[in-house]
């Protein structure tokens, strides 16, 4: 403390009489204010860079950045000022180590605060409420899984860098490493199901076999990929519900994605009538009813007798739509619609089951058989 005081009132006579405790608030005020303009220079020039660029200052919040940026830059030039002018000042162990400690936290919440800003910004340009939206949701599910591993990769590293600001923890990390032994290999087996997991997320995101907003059909339930982290996935089911998975569940597991390549889906409808139904005014009854439907993308419709059982016919019917919500939707109005038809229509069609009685002396007369004859 007497070496720095002594330099300053060489270097400043008129400082000989001030306290030493003011001297190094002076230089605290004099660093935080320095590192306050830089700060507003700063959030000038990427204000201007966003200005410069519509598309991009459209997207940026830049609001966002301000208040980690108006206090981490002059805190951090607060401590450097004072240990370059007067480095005797933090020659306290505690007072060293906490300036260390805050230093890098301030560092990590600016770093984050930048990840959120650009990932949010990239997220925005791409909208998934569009009909044709399959480059947005790959889009989206990318940035996603990447701002969770840089997030990961920036906890570990700010981390990483106070244990090796201490002599201390940096000896007590090297001796726990060379002392792992068995307990190295049962803490790998107890993580073998977490670091499968974080695999899993990033191979998800290079590959995306699923992506944000796909429709799936996952363990008995239909839903859409609500959010994909690097340990599990959130499904929101049709009925508001949520459903949470492990992320290497889709990469173990069979499911179904309505969406991998096409938000366009076909829709099945199954109808069971009578052997005597005609299945020619059901197709063009199926026909009127799409033409009004702004339900229908115009694409498929069929009508065909899939399956003829003993007591009655099985009918299948295939209609298009651009997704699957609509698709639902479309297949409810075809299957309300053409029942109604056939009741109104045709009501001795519809489903019955048929029993043949006959007498004691019946049973033993054969009856007299026309011949069968072709069909034209």
């Given amino acids: 403390m007497i070496q720095w005081s002594a330099r300053l009132s060489q270097s400043f006579p008129s400082l000989s009489y001030v306290p030493q405790w003011i001297v190094v608030a002076g230089l605290a005020v004099l660093g935080f204010a320095v590192g306050a303009a830089v700060g507003r220079g700063a959030m000038a020039a990427a204000r201007w860079l966003c200005q410069r660029n519509p598309d991009l200052f459209k997207h940026v919040n830049l609001a966002r950045l301000r208040t980690p ?102 000896g007590l990390g090297v001796s726990i490493l060379a002392s792992a032994g068995v307990a190295g290999v049962v803490l790998g087996f107890a993580a073998q199901k977490t670091l499968g997991n974080l695999l899993a997320g990033i191979q998800i995101a290079l590959t995306q076999p699923i992506r944000i907003e796909d429709a799936i059909v996952v363990e008995n339930e239909w839903g ?14 049709w009925d508001l519900r949520r459903l949470v998975l492990p992320i290497s569940y889709f990469i173990e597991k069979p499911f179904q994605n309505w969406t991998r390549t096409s938000a366009n889906i076909i829709g099945t409808v199954e109808l069971y009538a009578d052997f005597a139904l005609p299945i020619d005014p059901l197709r063009e009854e199926l026909k009127r009813l799409l033409a009004g439907s702004m339900l229908w993308d115009g694409k498929t419709q069929v009508v065909q007798v899939t399956e003829a059982m003993p007591t009655v016919i099985k009918i299948r019917v295939l209609v298009s739509a651009v997704d699957s919500p609509t698709a639902f939707d479309l297949r409810c109005l075809v299957r309300e619609h053409l029942t109604a038809f056939i009741v109104a229509n045709y009501p001795h069609c519809l489903p019955r089951t048929r029993a043949i009685w006959e007498a004691d002396d019946d049973r033993n007369r054969q009856p007299d058989r026309p011949a069968p004859q072709p069909l034209p």
Avoid: H
């Fill in 224 to 237: 859409w990929v609500e959010e994909i982290t690097l340990t599990y996935v959130v499904v929101r089911l």
């Fill in 69 to 170: 940026l108006y206090t981490v830059i002059p805190i951090l030039c607060a401590f450097l000022a004072v240990r370059a002018a007067a480095p005797q000042a933090l020659a306290n162990p505690v007072v060293l180590g906490v300036v260390k400690i805050v230093s890098v936290a301030l560092i990590y919440w600016l770093v984050r605060r930048i990840i959120d800003i650009a990932t949010k910004a990239a997220t925005r340009r791409y909208d998934i409420t569009a009909k044709d939206n399959l480059r947005a949701r790959q889009a989206r599910t990318q940035i996603t899984v990447i701002k969770s591993i840089a997030e990961v990769f920036v906890f570990l590293l700010a981390l990483s860098a106070i244990f090796l600001m201490f002599d201390t923890l940096r």
